[in-house]
């Protein structure tokens, strides 16, 4: 894990172009925030260059920086 990447877990709630989606991640995994959140994610690369299908509803690993806590990158589909 890079040095300073906030790391949570959430459920797709939407797919969009281009492949980047809206993760619903629960509250409590970010730091300073007390309510659910909806952020807009891409793929990473690795999951771009394995053809990984997302669909509405999987849960996901995603990696937020923390200057920019309404963005991130999906790394991992749990299955």
């Not at 894990?1 to 797919?15: F, R, S, Y």
């Not at 690993?61 to 790394?75: N, S």
Request: one cysteine or more; a positive charge.
């Amino acid at each position: 894990m890079k040095q300073g990447v906030i790391e949570a877990e959430g459920e797709v709630t939407e797919a969009l172009p281009n492949t980047m989606f809206r993760v619903k991640i629960s509250a409590g995994q970010l730091p300073n925030v007390e309510e659910d959140r909806i952020v807009l994610c891409h793929l990473s690369g690795k999951m771009r260059i394995h053809y990984v299908r997302i669909l509405p509803g999987d849960k996901v690993k995603i990696e937020l920086t923390p200057y920019d806590l309404e963005r991130g990158r999906i790394t991992y589909r749990n299955r």
